[in-house]
T-cell receptor, first 113, second 112 residues
Framework: KAGVTQTPRYLIKTRGQQVTLSCSPI?????VSWYQQTPGQGLQFLFE???????NKGNFPGRFSGRQFSNSRSEMNVSTLELGDSALYLC????????????FGPGTRLTVT | GENVEQHPSTLSVQEGDSAVIKCTYS??????FPWYKQELGKRPQLIID?????GEKKDQRIAVTLNKTAKHFSLHITETQPEDSAVYFC???????????FGRGTSLIVHP
């Protein structure tokens, strides 16, 4: 099976701009979760989509949003970028049926200048 | 909210020594406890997991133990090798949630 893929891998944006990140899950996986990873903060959960519906949400401001398509691919959008949004954004897919292994993508490194 | 405390944040050992990382969680209803390894510049990957119906699980040089009464679980790595150097994250699923809550990570450094 092909693994989880994310595009783009690297992104440089200016404060105030917006950005869209994409994640393609493992075939057959219906759950896609997004995480923000910064040094010292570990993996902070953003939100989870299952069958095109947001099923869980973390404690991030409304500037962070996402969606999932019928083929389970997911996008994450960040509007009005701030310097503090610079991070590695990881998506992870799973079957979505109960607590199970999360399969992570390689991440998108976002730098906000 | 539910959280998990992970210690130590940094662990430095000599090649061949053992390493132990401990996590304490807050929700007694949790029943799945995975450990992820993230090498530098790479994605986190599951290395071992344990469910609450067992107290210990081994896979070659790594093992995980679970004490549900005390609400803590630990990762044990024996005969450490330089390639074990990475950040290790524990996680638990509060109330059987689909979404894991991660610890802050332990940076393990194995010196040759």
């Amino acid at each position: 099976k092909a693994g989880v893929t994310q595009t783009p891998r690297y992104l440089i944006k200016t404060r105030g701009q917006q950005v869209t990140l994409s994640c393609s899950p493992i075939s057959g996986h219906r759950s896609v979760s997004w995480y923000q990873q910064t040094p010292g903060q570990g993996l902070q959960f953003l939100f989870e989509y299952f069958s095109e519906t947001q099923r869980n949400k973390g404690n991030f401001p409304g500037r962070f949003s996402g969606r999932q398509f019928s083929n389970s691919r997911s996008e994450m959008n960040v509007s009005t970028l701030e310097l503090g949004d610079s991070a590695l954004y990881l998506c992870a897919s799973s079957t979505g049926q109960g607590p199970h292994e999360q399969y992570f993508g390689p991440g998108t490194r976002l730098t906000v200048t | 909210g539910e959280n998990v405390e992970q210690h130590p944040s940094t662990l430095s050992v000599q090649e061949g020594d053992s390493a132990v990382i401990k996590c304490t969680y807050s929700d007694s209803a949790s029943n799945y406890f995975p450990w992820y390894k993230q090498e530098l510049g790479k994605r986190p990957q599951l290395i071992i997991d344990i469910r609450s119906n067992v107290g210990e699980k081994k896979d070659q040089r790594i093992a995980v133990t679970l004490n549900k009464t005390a609400k803590h679980f630990s990762l044990h790595i024996t005969e450490t090798q330089p390639e074990d150097s990475a950040v290790y994250f524990c996680a638990f699923h509060p109330g059987g949630s689909y979404i894991p809550t991660f610890g802050r990570g332990t940076s393990l450094i194995v010196h040759p």
